[in-house]
């Protein structure tokens, strides 16, 4: 079993930056993938971005791109993502997930807040 542990949430101004960490613990993890979503009070979840860990291609939501960057520590068996020039649309909470196959996601983490104040 693997346990996701995001933190890094919070409250921010519209045009700063804030970044998510999202820590692995359990077995030993070698994901295929891993990604950050974000579900936003009356919508549905949405991935973000993601990242997979055999050539550390990269994925993103056409509207943050530009704005965010996911990276990982693999000696940390962590995963980040970097939010800069933050507008109030991004205010959601932000899950982590890993994935063992192309098939699905199979570990969430349990969220943490972001909101972007304008």
């Known amino acids: 079993q693997v346990q996701l542990v995001e933190s890094g949430g919070g409250l921010v101004q519209a045009g700063g930056s804030l970044r998510l960490s999202c820590t692995a613990s359990?077995?030993?993890?070698?994901?295929?993938?891993m990604g950050w979503f974000r579900q936003a009070p009356g919508k549905e979840r949405e991935s973000v971005a993601a990242i997979m860990w055999a050539d550390n291609s990269t994925y993103y939501k056409y509207s943050v791109k530009d704005r965010f960057t996911i990276s990982r520590d693999n000696a940390k068996n962590t995963v980040y993502l970097q939010m800069n020039s933050l507008k109030s649309e991004d205010t959601a909470v932000y899950y982590c997930a890993a994935s063992l196959s192309a098939d699905k996601y199979d570990y969430w983490g349990q969220g943490t807040q972001v909101t972007v104040s304008s």
């Open positions: 359990g077995r030993t993890f070698n994901p295929y993938s």
